[in-house]
């Protein structure tokens, strides 16, 4: 989902980066370690095997390899500001595939909601037996 900074803390950047740091940089569903806040990309690969395949998808799709931080709650101003790790028990660091994948029920339901919205309405599927 796209991010709406305005409905983040002011200090959501120093919030995500105490969580990252707090895992170690590592998604906490799948465990694949990411790049730190300021690593080069030279230095983060400078550790891998350069014939996996994991290796030449980095090089082709380096936005893969981000480490965002997710709202399980998916609220966005129940992130906790002031820092420490905000809310902690409501943020969880995971790759962009891991965090997709946690919100796609979510992104689903605020599309049809926006939907209803403006104007289409949801129909009840039956059986089909009168």
Not at 2 to 31: F, H, N
Not at 88 to 105: F, T
């Amino acid at each position: 989902m796209s991010m709406d900074r305005k409905l983040y803390p002011t200090d959501w950047e120093q919030i995500a980066i105490a969580i990252k740091e707090a895992v170690d940089w590592k998604c906490e569903k799948c465990g694949k370690q990411y790049r730190r806040n300021g690593e080069s990309w030279a230095e983060f690969f400078s550790e891998w095997d350069m014939q996996s395949s994991e290796f030449a998808e980095a090089i082709d799709h380096p936005q893969r390899f981000t480490l965002t931080v997710a709202q399980l709650d998916h609220v966005q101003s129940n992130c906790g500001g002031t820092h420490p790790e905000g809310n902690r028990s409501n943020l969880k660091a995971l790759c962009k595939p891991c965090h997709l994948r946690y919100d796609v029920g979510q992104m689903a339901t605020k599309k049809r909601l926006k939907k209803e919205r403006h104007g289409q309405l949801t129909l009840e599927v039956t059986n089909g037996s009168s």
